[in-house]
């Protein structure tokens, strides 16, 4: 029976995590694939109340102990590394936003934040870590391989440098959820990251609408 249980884990896994991710570098239009990726998360979200392995708590509850200087530190971290890297490669969109359409920046920002981040946060941390943890018999690879997957969830953009970032930023979020066990938090973290790069002016990689 638990045999069966693994194996049903990792189909599902695959199929999640692997297939619906590579179904988007199908030529199809874009409302098809937002369709797809919704699907993915209305399976996880009804698969974590039918199991209970998720409490409705743990979806909104950020920890009382204090892990903002850990976050801060590294926002820190990513806004040098991203002004330096912005000033010398492509100093003509450096705050592109900002300059042309602060309006766009904000807008775009919130709604990133609430409907493409927490999606993700909760299907790529909350639910993988509560559903296949019984898969990995080592943390440092259960880590590994959710980073791999995350990165992978990004292929669609065919970007080398997206593909890297979000393997880092897996590991990043990873370790967050890890330690505080609060997707809202992490979550935060992972919108102020992703909307700096939006805001530096590295959005038109990462397929941000950009002004004209």
């Not at 199929?15 to 797809?36: Q, T």
């Not at 530190?73 to 705050?95: D, Q, S």
């Not at 259960?142 to 669609?156: D, E, P, R």
């Not at 890890?178 to 990462?206: D, N, P, R």
């Amino acid at each position: 029976m638990a045999g069966n249980k693994k194996n049903k884990h990792i189909i599902e896994l695959l199929i999640l995590f692997i297939g619906m991710p590579a179904v988007v570098l199908v030529p199809i239009h874009s409302g098809i694939r937002a369709a797809i990726i919704l699907v993915a998360v209305v399976y996880a979200i009804y698969m974590s109340r039918k199991d209970r392995i998720v409490q409705t708590k743990a979806l909104y509850a950020i920890p009382e102990y204090t892990y903002w200087k850990v976050i801060l530190m590294r926002t820190a971290l990513l806004i040098g590394l991203t002004v330096v890297f912005m000033y010398f490669f492509h100093p003509e969109n450096l705050f592109i936003v900002a300059r042309k359409n602060i309006g766009m920046l904000v807008g775009i920002s919130l709604f990133y934040s609430v409907f493409s981040v927490y999606p993700q946060e909760f299907l790529y941390r909350t639910f993988f870590y509560a559903r296949y943890k019984h898969l990995f018999n080592n943390k440092s690879v259960m880590i590994f391989t959710n980073a791999i997957l995350f990165s992978f969830a990004h292929i669609v953009f065919l970007n080398p440098l997206v593909l890297a970032l979000t393997f880092v930023g897996g590991i990043v979020f990873s370790l967050t959820y890890q330690t505080t066990k609060s997707i809202m938090l992490t979550s935060i973290e992972h919108a102020i990251y992703g909307c700096w790069l939006f805001t530096v002016g590295m959005g038109e990689m990462l397929a941000f609408p950009m002004p004209k």
